[in-house]
């Protein structure tokens, strides 16, 4: 049977037909009987000896009494039929309403599960006291997304312990190689060359280790304030003024005052996330421009570049860590690999969304909406 069909609907055709067939079968024998009593009073009296010469007298005797049972047996088939009709479709209205009281629980389990999020896995779900099959479940889906939780808490620890572990070594590096470099110890130039690598290579490091953290430190961030967007998106585009030009690409802002409830920090830092990227993947001598579009009740922000733009079945998966369209492109123009799935997380945290579109013409366009209430 086809998926779309629900349970409830499933469950009353099977009663249906079970129903129609046991109906029909108790009418064709109701019917057979009836005949055959029909048939029994139809059927010519025993006659004495005596008057069995006076045949005609005993067959016009008969004949009236099959006139009124023909069209009685008519009236009962026709009559049994309907009501066997009306039982039937009696019968299936009750099953669909059984039915649907039965599977509220089930339904309200569902609605329960639907809204649920990685940041609540581990708050569980109310058993109801009924002790049957859906309790069972709610009690195995308790026990999983606990399982679940644990295992995100873990994963998340390492992470931050991880991450805490390679900041220090990561800039006592820094340091050292700073020391270094204004000692005046790079006297030849494979020494030079070989400091650059280092001081290139260890700033992508501590990128990476800031943006682990971030990651996994946004639960704990305070994201209920009023911030203005306007004033972040200017701040934002201020502070990218610089790597633009160093591209030649052109940063336009065009944007209405309008506010979000969340944390000004994140926010400003996911868009810039988008803008760093639009100006890497954009084309040479292009422009990234960044607008707000007021929809109802949340503030849309695209992120419009003339770049190379996103293969259509890869606009998902960019949102994952350390997705690269293009590996070695991406190495090369530096990056974490984990600035989209930033955006998307910081995103998440103020109820909003990330997606991508093919701009108008060339490049990407990278629109976060977030919710004007939080
Ligand atoms: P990265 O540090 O590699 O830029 P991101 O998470 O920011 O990591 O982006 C993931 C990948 O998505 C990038 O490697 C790039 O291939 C692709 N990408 C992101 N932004 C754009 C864009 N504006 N235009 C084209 N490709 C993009």
Known sequence: MKQWISLRVRVTLVCGVVLAICCLLLTLSHNYYAYEMADAIEAPPL????????????ESASAPMATITYPAR??????????????????????YWLTGNALAPLRRLDQQIRVRTA?????????????????????????????????????????????HELKTPLSVLKTRMALFRKKGLCNTP????????LEEQTDRLSQLVN????????????HSAVVKVDELLSRAVESLQIPAREHQITLHLRAEPCTVLGNSTLLERAVCNLIENAIKYNRPNGTVTVETTAAERCVKIHVT??????????????????????????????????GLSLVRAI?????????VEPAPGQGSRFVLTIPCDG
Do not use: W
């Open 347 to 355: 995103a998440e945290l103020h109820h909003g969304t990330i997606s």
């Open 211 to 222: 943006d682990l953290l971030a990651l996994t430190n946004l639960d704990s961030l305070e």
């Open 74 to 95: 008519a009236i009962y088939r026709t009559q049994s039929l309907i009501a066997m009709g009306v039982i039937v479709a009696a019968g299936c209205v009750l099953v």
């Open 190 to 197: 494979e020494v030079a060359a070989l400091l650059e690598v």
């Open 305 to 338: 570049d003339e770049g190379i733009g996103i293969p259509v079945e890869l606009q998902e998966q960019i949102f994952e860590p350390f997705f690269r369209v293009d590996r070695s492109r991406s190495r090369q123009l530096g990056g974490s690999g984990l």
């Open 47 to 58: 006659q004495p000896a005596q008057a069995v010469e006076n045949v005609e007298t005993t």
């Open 119 to 163: 940041a609540d896995l581990d708050t569980p779900l109310p058993v109801p006291s009924s002790g049957d099959e859906i309790a069972g479940l709610t009690v195995s889906f308790n026990e999983m997304s606990g399982n679940l939780s644990k295992a995100f808490a873990q994963q998340k620890r390492f992470s931050q312990c991880a991450a």
